[in-house]
């Protein structure tokens, strides 16, 4: 392995201190920015309740399937350019770290409205696979043909908030996330209610945040951190690959999650509009909750690629183990929490019968079954940062598939309704075991040496997507 660089306070926070602190601080930082724009989805929730229609709350949780869908893509991108950007400071070459950040941004905005359109363009045979019908299917497709074409604005609010966190500026990150939360609060009842647009009011009020957390998101790089350099072609054709060598085995990772979602929904759809309800406002609360871990998955990487850009191998694998405990105790204190919480909860959105047995079954046991998500975040990040990005794929591919849909369907017909929620939760356990001893291994191969440079890690695979693509 190469020496550990001198650490740089400026370019690379993470080379130094304790890695615990700079978790929690992270973490903490970005949960914050996420409750944010978490809390806004769930505020959207109980206006929509309020209106007394359940079929606006069920296309709203169908919109909410294939809207995780897109923004997967987002999300795979963000991974990558974080990754890059952190083991390039890392490594003490801030000039790359500008070069990546700007080319990641522009193929987020180009790839993204490519994605998006394809998306915008099946809307309702989309949404009606995920079992929506009628005035549901109508309502679910109209948000969703509003909310679809700014994807590639959510893809640079997204990468950019991802490169102010590989700079240690999870602040501005932060600032960036409850900005566009703050727009979306504002025009939520204005629009929703002072109008009367409903759902198309929640739709167009979902556009104006991501506009805002994209421009909150750039600035400061721009501002803060050196601004972005301007790649010339021969800058794209270098990046693309090494770009995209992290980028589409983390957007496969992404995938995964609104695809086992898809299914659950599919599966809840069967006992009717009430179990969907349900669901929904579980598929609320999860994030709201878990702010913490979600934020986790994205403020450990730039830790981990720091200290893997400088060599310092023992403090990668300390920063691991440290997330792994922090994860253990967020969900026993939040699960804790909602236990306590469960009927003040429920009555928020006016839950009855089957509807209000799902939030308090989330709310008790299966809240617990997220330390296994937890510790499938922590892994992942620590794949896409030393140069195994298709483990992380494997990971939720598996978890999503394998253990996924035949425990749902076995649930299902044993306990119903409940039971769809109780086979998803349940095959988090098997695969955060395979995570973990994938893990195990990554790291005593990344200690022998065995990558000595960033290339290697990337090199087949980035040879393989440079000859479909720029070498002709």
Not at 16 to 36: C, E, F, R, Y
Not at 49 to 57: D, Q
Not at 408 to 432: D, E, N, R, T, Y
């Amino acid at each position: 392995m190469a020496q550990p660089a001198t650490p740089n306070p400026t370019q690379a926070k993470f080379l130094q201190g304790s890695l615990l602190k700079h978790i929690i601080v992270m973490s903490l930082t970005s949960s914050v920015g996420l409750m944010a724009i978490f809390l806004v989805d769930l505020v959207d929730m109980i206006f929509i309740s309020m209106l007394g229609h359940e079929e606006l709350a069920a296309a709203i949780g169908y919109a909410g399937a294939i809207l995780f869908f897109t923004t997967s893509f987002g999300i795979g991108m963000s991974i990558a350019a974080g990754a890059l950007v952190a083991r390039a400071l890392g490594e003490g070459d801030p000039f790359t770290a500008r070069r990546r950040a700007a080319t990641a941004l522009l193929y987020g905005i180009v790839l993204g409205g490519g994605f998006a359109a394809l998306i915008w363009t099946f809307v309702p045979q989309l949404t009606a696979l995920l079992g929506a019908s009628g005035e549901t299917l109508l309502l679910a497709s109209n948000y969703l043909r509003i909310v679809l074409p700014s994807m590639p604005i959510l893809a640079v609010g997204m990468i950019g908030g991802a490169i102010l966190r590989a700079h240690g500026d999870a602040r501005r990150a932060m600032v960036a996330t409850i900005a566009g939360g703050v727009v979306n609060a504002v025009l939520d009842p204005i629009l929703i209610f002072g109008l009367n647009l409903e759902l198309t009011g929640a739709a167009v009020a979902s556009v104006f945040a991501r506009i805002t957390i994209a421009v909150m998101s750039v600035y400061p790089l721009l501002r803060h951190h050196g601004g972005l350099d301007r790649p010339d072609p021969a800058g794209f054709r270098v990046d693309f690959p090494v770009i995209m060598a992290i980028a589409l085995p983390a957007i496969l990772t992404q995938f995964a999650t609104p695809l086992g979602q898809a299914y659950v929904t599919r599966a809840m759809a069967e006992f009717g509009e009430d179990a969907v309800a349900g669901m929904a406002i579980v598929g609320r609360l999860l994030p709201v909750s878990f702010a913490v871990i979600f934020a986790l998955s994205g403020a450990i990487g730039p830790i981990v690629g720091q200290n893997f850009g400088a060599g310092q191998m023992d403090r990668v694998r300390r920063a691991l183990r440290d997330g792994l405990i922090f994860v253990l105790c967020v969900t026993v204190g939040v699960s804790t929490i909602l236990y306590l919480a469960r009927a003040p909860i429920a009555d928020l959105f006016s839950a009855k019968g089957l509807t209000r047995d799902l939030v308090y079954l989330f709310c008790g046991p299966l809240s617990l079954a997220w330390f296994f998500n937890g510790v499938i975040f922590v892994t992942n990040a620590g794949f896409n940062n030393l140069g195994r990005p298709f483990y992380s794929t494997m990971i939720n591919w598996g978890r999503q598939t394998l253990g996924t849909i035949p425990l749902v369907i076995i649930g299902a017909s044993v306990w119903g309704a409940p039971g769809v929620l109780i086979g998803q939760a349940a095959g988090g356990l098997v695969f955060a075991a395979i995570a973990l001893a994938l893990s195990a291994r990554v790291l005593r191969i990344a200690e022998h040496g065995r990558y000595p440079s960033e290339a290697q890690p990337y090199q087949r695979l980035a040879k393989r997507i440079a000859l479909f693509h720029f070498r002709r």
